[in-house]
């Protein structure tokens, strides 16, 4: 659906994006993830043609952005981190006038701001003054105003950046939906949109690709790594670690918490093919240690995007 070969944008002698390559597939969610400055929005204005690239190449389905630019912009509905709406407006009346700008006659017009007001939950705004709403509901109406003429692909850059929670689980609701039809592509900083929207995820920062992977892939690839979390009455740290550290594959053990006649919290690190809880268990079973809680942990995205971002 989209290719991008060897994009780089500069700004005088600022490299904003530096060489990126990746492929978006029709009817993917793929998350465009990285922290403030790293070149999401630069990456997501070359791809729509706001910004012309420095060099490289982005061709869309047939069309190369250089040779057919009108063409891709067609099949592209964007909305900016900030929804650009005429606040002067009345709901109805602004998307009777994107209708009108995007060449739809009278009854698709009609049509297909009923679907939309059905999709972007926008019935009991339509004769409010855009003025008067909240951020989100601002964000609604963009939303809309993006998906006027029906594009194939959907760009939205930080969606729901500055709204409440409930804002937020409104606004994911709305992408999954139009990502069963569509081919979106979500630039965010928060990690736990990507986890809760996207089928892959590109990690960029300070202009460089750094992870290009579906979640459960990206997770494995991560390492091997795992962890163990225990609480222990009747035990003290330095016993504990010297049982534990003596089981094959164990490479760490970290003290949490200990709390005067509470319990201790430890976080033991495995570097195994195996699971190493029963091993653990088994070791534990053999003392007068009381375990509490014990439970495995994983990387997070959270924890992938800080080694990632870091180690660049």
């Known amino acids: 659906m989209i290719h991008i070969e060897n994009l780089s944008k500069y700004y005088k ?13 029709k009817g993917e969610i793929l998350g465009l993830l990285g922290p403030n400055g790293a070149g999401k ?8 043609g706001y910004f012309m690239p420095t060099s490289g190449t982005i061709r869309v389905k ?15 509905g964007y909305l900016p981190e900030s929804a650009p709406l005429y606040h002067n407006m009345l709901v109805y009346d602004y998307l009777d006038y994107v209708a009108g700008l995007r060449g739809l006659d009278k009854n698709k017009k009609i049509s297909r701001i009923r679907q939309l007001v059905d999709l972007c939950g926008l019935d009991e705004i339509m004769h409010r003054s855009i003025s008067e709403l909240s951020k989100g509901l601002n964000q609604r109406v963009g939303l809309a105003h993006a998906m006027m003429d029906d594009p194939e692909i959907l760009i939205l850059d930080e969606p729901t950046s500055g709204l409440d929670p409930n804002q937020i689980a409104e606004i994911r609701k709305i992408i999954r939906q139009i990502g069963e039809e569509k081919t979106v592509i979500l630039s965010t900083h928060i990690l736990s949109e990507v986890e809760a929207t996207c089928d ?13 992977d579906r979640m459960e892939n990206l997770k494995q690839s991560a390492g091997q790594t795992h962890f163990i979390h225990l609480d222990i009455l009747k035990a003290n740290f330095q016993e504990v670690r010297d049982r534990l550290r003596e089981i094959e594959g164990v490479v760490g053990i970290e003290k949490i918490n200990e709390k005067p006649n509470g319990p201790l919290s430890v976080q033991v690190a495995c570097k195994s093919a195996s699971d190493l809880r029963e091993t653990v268990y088994q070791e534990i079973k053999q003392t007068n240690w009381v375990l509490i809680e014990f ?3 994983t990387k997070t995205l959270e924890t992938i995007f800080r080694e990632l971002t870091e180690e660049n």
């Open 13 to 25: 002698d600022f490299c904003a994006v530096d060489q990126i390559s990746f492929d978006i597939k």
């Open 41 to 48: 929005t630069t990456t997501l204005r070359m791809l729509t």
């Open 200 to 212: 892959r995820v590109v990690i960029i920062d300070k202009g460089k690709i750094v992870a290009n």
């Open 295 to 297: 439970h495995q942990e």
């Open 62 to 76: 047939d069309y190369l952005l250089d040779e057919n630019l009108l063409e891709i912009k067609k099949l592209m």
